[in-house]
């Protein structure tokens, strides 16, 4: 009964690999987020879609690449990875965009 | 861009203990949020906050909206070991489809 879902919890990889993060929520919610936590835990909002077309996208590099193949579902795949993209990727959800639910986070280790 | 300005950044205090943090701004908010980080989790909303002056409470959490709108303070009463994590707030303007969150208050509490 998971609201927000992300799969993995984990991940591990080599400089320049590529990877992908998943997220789903069962909320029935309009709007979806990703956000970027670094290692001083500050919050940075990266993109954010609305019944799946992108509505906010935060001068992120276009190494990542969002996708909503439904309302349910937000995608971050991240394309040759660096050092610097190390860091806990949370999904979140919401129908007001004060009151939003996230997710477990995905942490991010590049080596 | 729009900062929220959080302090204290961290805080030690002893089990029973009372906790104020707050958050300030620059810019006006409508509505101003805090949330709750539980290490290994996401972010969750305990207290939002619509108008000015607003007082707010959540079991032994209580936050404001300063009168100023540019400006939220939250306290915890009577500290018990599962306070313990980070707590950010949030502010949202009308019609902005994000939130600004501070840089969080880092809560550890000794037993």
């Known amino acids: 009964d998971t609201a927000v879902s992300q799969t993995p919890k984990y991940l591990v990889t080599q400089m320049g690999n590529d990877k992908s993060i998943k997220c789903e929520q069962n909320?029935?919610?309009?709007?979806m987020y990703w956000y970027k936590q670094d290692s001083k835990k500050f919050l940075k909002i990266m993109f954010s879609y609305n019944n799946k077309e992108l509505i906010i996208n935060e001068t992120v590099p276009n190494r990542f690449s969002p996708k909503s193949p439904d309302k349910a579902h937000l995608n971050l795949h991240i394309n040759s990875l660096e050092l610097g993209d190390s860091a806990v990727y949370f999904c979140?959800?919401?129908?007001?965009?004060?009151?939003?639910?996230f997710g477990p986070g995905t942490r991010l280790t590049v080596l | 861009g729009q900062q929220l300005n959080q302090s204290p950044q961290s805080m030690f205090i002893q089990e029973g203990e009372d906790v104020s943090m707050n958050c300030t701004s620059s810019?006006?908010?409508?509505?101003w949020l805090w949330y709750k980080q539980d290490p290994g989790e996401g972010p969750v909303l305990l207290i939002a906050l619509y108008k000015a002056g607003e007082l707010t409470s959540n079991g032994r959490l209580t936050a404001q909206f300063g009168t100023t709108r540019k400006d939220s303070f939250l306290n915890i009463s009577a500290s018990i070991p599962s306070d313990v994590g980070i707590y950010f707030c949030?502010?949202?303007?009308?019609?902005?489809?994000?939130?600004?969150f501070g840089q969080g208050t880092r809560l550890t509490i000794n037993p």
């Open positions: 949030a502010g949202h303007i009308q019609g902005a489809q994000k939130l600004v």
């Open positions: 909320l029935g919610h309009d709007t």
């Open positions: 810019s006006i908010f409508n509505t």
């Open positions: 979140a959800s919401s129908q007001d965009p004060r009151k939003q639910f």
